[in-house]
């Protein structure tokens, strides 16, 4: 029988000296997405974010069409105005790097596009965005979303619509399709970006949200974006019904994460079928943050004068290779 894969051990999710190896290893590497060409429809209206400590804005800066092309829109850092690399895709959606660590946006999404392609995303009028915090890790609402086995109790009416039990995650290069029910695969489009961005098209709207971490590794920003081709009283009833969903993954995010501080949990294995995009995004970041680890080592040894590395890493690091090794 195959060796099941373990999760991520519990210190993983509160050390703040991990979380700065995350930073490094992860973030920084990463293609983000920023939301349709929708979004950006106004010439000159800035739309802000932050994604892990850096600042960035969006905007359109020329053109006077329904929505813009890709020429049209600029990404920048928020500090520098220095020019962020952006790709949109040719349904409409824009994604944006943080600096020049990450790949080329095709190297980094080889096989995103034909999905992509099933929904026509500049039909998808931006309606709102909320944000707040909350006391959790980032990890600990990716768990969440990359699985739906605690759909049936913490989603009663979401899983009205989408039964769990044909649930079903595929995972991609640095992203996840999830599939709520095999026998209608045109029903709705979830899809997840590693490291922390999710794209939901189902109920006639559009939902992204970035899961965005602070410096304290126990607060996490949930930044929600939401489309929808009508207003008024149907895209009131869409909104309450995500906004229900969203509370509910809330909820259960603060209570997990109350337990990973408090040590009541340190680590399980993960059931390789229903939480097989947990353990795919978990093993990407396990294997990025060893990367970024050993990389540092090595100029460390080469800078006899570097500042000597931080413990709580290092101990993290060591005690889940120790295990391994088991
Ligand atoms: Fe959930």
């Given at each position: 029988m195959p060796e099941l894969t373990r999760t991520l051990p519990a210190s993983w999710y509160r050390s703040p000296g991990l979380y700065q190896l995350e930073r490094r290893a992860v973030f920084l590497k990463s293609w983000y997405l920023l939301g349709p060409v929708t979004r950006f429809r106004e010439v000159g209206a800035k739309v802000d974010y932050e994604i892990a400590q850096r600042p960035l804005i969006a905007f359109r800066c020329s053109g006077n069409g329904h929505f813009p092309g890709s020429h049209e829109i600029q990404v920048q850092?928020?500090?520098?105005e220095q020019s962020l690399r952006h790709n949109v895709t040719p349904t409409g959606l824009v994604f944006a790097a943080l600096g020049d660590e990450a790949p080329d946006f095709n190297e980094y999404f080889p096989d995103l596009e034909p999905l992509l392609q099933k929904v026509n995303f500049t039909k998808l009028p931006y309606r709102h965005s909320i944000k707040y915090e909350g006391r959790f890790n980032w990890k600990t609402m990716v768990d969440g979303y990359q699985e739906c086995l605690h759909c049936q109790y913490t989603h009663p009416s979401f899983s009205v619509y989408?039964?769990?039990?044909?649930y079903a995650v595929h995972n991609h290069q640095n992203f996840s399709q999830h599939i709520a029910d095999p026998e209608k695969p045109d029903d709705g489009l979830f899809l997840y970006f590693f490291p922390n961005c999710t794209l939901n098209v189902y109920g006639g709207g559009m939902s992204s949200f970035r899961v965005c971490p602070t410096n304290d590794p126990n607060v996490t920003r949930m930044e929600f974006d939401y489309y929808h081709m009508e207003s008024g009283e149907k895209f009131e009833q869409y909104f309450k019904f995500v906004r229900q969903v969203a509370l509910e993954d809330y909820e259960l995010c603060e209570k997990a994460q109350d337990n990973l501080v408090k040590g009541i949990y340190s680590e399980g294995i993960l059931n390789p079928d229903k939480e097989n995009g947990v353990s795919f995004y978990q093993g990407r970041v396990f294997e990025l943050v060893c990367e970024q680890y050993a990389a540092d080592q090595l100029v460390q040894a080469e800078d006899k004068e570097a500042t000597a590395p931080q413990k709580e890493p290092v101990m993290i690091i060591t005690d889940v290779r120790d295990r391994l090794r088991q």
């Open positions: 850092c928020a500090k520098t989408y039964p769990p039990t044909s």
